[in-house]
């Protein structure tokens, strides 16, 4: 067992590491939803916190970790390429001319999640996962565009740790918790003047704090599981500086509080026959917390600028299939709903977000009772998403900007389960498929 754990800790850590690479958000607004499961993103993650997407499902409801026995891990890694441009107009009529290019490129998105069974009821676990994060240049490459008044480039990312417990009271209900530890940093450009090549200003810090999770799955009847648990906000207190390049490079240490969302997710799994199995899923998502931000130098308290988001709060919803095709595959497919937290009050050049369908499809093979490999794909088509910039409008600023942007999402992923132990030993107190009479 201790040269699993090393090993454990050893993949892990390497996945975390990577894991500081930035992502491309595909969520509401900058939040990271596929980086979490190969198996929950091939049904555009329905049923996650009812235990249906695997071991992923942990990152949704800590108490899921009660339905996977004796010691296994889960790693996954995610390919994720966005497109957009913005057919940008200055002015009431004036064309730009040439389209201007978001400038997103893919990015990469690892993931681990690990469970113990210590006791026949009692479970521990750890899970790493990017909740968060964005790459955006509307200008392309050098950040020149007829926007950058407004924003040259935007870079968020997020790497959470989470310790994670779970316990089964009986055999039809569990509950778990789990403390997130997450680390963020902001890096914001933009421009003084629509000169190109002009100098600007740069906002960028760093921050760790602390968040929690709870959360608790029910098994009424057999083949069906329900689960709901609540992710608690994190107020990212946002260390840095503030540096004016037009000003020869003047530099402002500086704060800011970022208030991550909470969200409250609800999941239900049911089995219909040997075959087929069906799951549900409705996530609301607290964004109307993440509203205008000022940026305080720490020397006096004085406010030098404010970041105006004004979100509200999202909703999204989904519903998705399994198909057991014969002892070792499993096909699945999915769907999804997203309403944005942005519109064009509240829009900012750096997430073109609006309101989404997922559409998923996604395979699992067991080459073992060891070992289980799953792949995923989503396509994301995002309604237009328009801007609409000038003096008196939320985002404010002395130049017009009218644009409007299509964005479209292509996902992958690809996932390995690994069983540490001998798996004709321990059994889950709920299965995918409901309670099971033999315990150890």
Same mark, same amino acid.
């Given at each position: ?14 996945? *975390? ?9 595909? *969520? ?7 980086? &979490? ?101 509307? %200008? ?54 629509? !000169?190109?090549? $002009? ?7 760093? $921050? ?8 608790? @799955? ?5 083949? @069906? ?13 946002? @260390? %840095? ?28 799994? &049911? ?23 000022? !940026? ?38 999915? !769907?999804?709903?997203?309403?944005? *937290? ?69 996902i992958i992923a690809a996932g390995l389960t690994y069983r540490w132990d001998d798996p004709a030993v321990a059994q ?13």
């Amino acid at each position: 067992m201790i040269g699993s754990f090393r090993s454990v800790l050893r993949l892990s850590a390497s996945a *975390a590491a990577l894991m500081l690479v930035t992502a491309t958000a595909q *969520a509401s607004s900058f939040a990271i939803r596929s980086g &979490q499961s190969a198996e929950g993103l091939g049904m555009a993650y329905a049923g996650a916190a009812s235990g249906g997407i695997g071991l992923g499902a942990m990152a949704w409801n800590p108490a899921a970790i009660t339905m996977f026995p004796g010691r296994q891990s889960h790693w996954s890694a995610t390919y994720l390429g966005a497109t957009a441009k913005y057919n940008s107009i200055v002015g009431p009529s004036a064309p730009l001319g040439p389209s201007d290019n978001l400038g997103i490129n893919g990015a990469f998105i690892p993931a681990s999640f690990n469970v113990w069974q210590l006791t026949d009821r009692l479970f521990v676990g750890f899970a790493n996962t990017a909740p968060f994060g964005l790459r955006s240049k509307p %200008g392309g490459s050098d950040g020149i565009w007829a926007g950058q008044t407004y924003g040259r480039s935007a870079t968020i990312r997020t790497f959470n740790v989470a310790p994670t417990v779970g316990y089964a009271i009986n055999d039809w209900i569990s509950v778990g918790a789990a403390l997130q530890v997450q680390y963020g940093q902001v890096d914001l450009k933009q421009a003084t003047s629509l !000169v190109p090549g $002009s100098n600007g200003v740069q906002i960028r810090g760093d $921050s760790y704090d602390l968040g929690y999770r709870l959360g608790v @799955t029910l098994t009424p009847f057999t083949g @069906t599981n329900i689960g709901i648990a609540y992710r608690s906000g994190i107020d990212q207190t946002v @260390t %840095g500086r503030l540096v004016r390049y037009d000003l020869g490079g003047l530099t402002f240490p500086v704060k800011a509080n970022l208030k991550l969302p909470g969200s409250v997710v609800f999941g239900l799994s &049911q089995v219909i026959n040997d075959q087929w199995q069906a799951h549900v899923g409705v996530e609301w998502t607290n964004w109307a917390r993440f509203g205008t931000i000022p !940026v305080i130098r720490r020397a006096d308290g004085v406010t030098l600028t404010n970041l105006r988001f004004e979100y509200k709060d999202s909703w999204y919803f989904s519903g998705g299939l399994e198909y057991r095709y014969n002892r070792n595959l499993t096909l699945r497919a999915g !769907v999804g709903y997203e309403l944005s *937290a942005v519109d064009v009050s509240s829009r900012s050049v750096f997430v073109s977000d609006n309101d989404r369908i997922w559409l998923s499809a996604g395979m699992s093979y067991k080459f073992s009772e060891k070992v289980n490999f799953d792949l995923g794909y989503t396509f994301i088509a995002v309604n237009k998403a328009r801007i609409a910039y000038g003096p008196g409008t939320a985002q404010g600023g002395p130049l017009p900007l009218t644009a409007v942007a299509n964005p479209t999402i292509h996902i992958i992923a690809a996932g390995l389960t690994y069983r540490w132990d001998d798996p004709a030993v321990a059994q889950p107190i709920v299965s995918k498929s409901g309670p099971i009479s033999v315990r150890n």
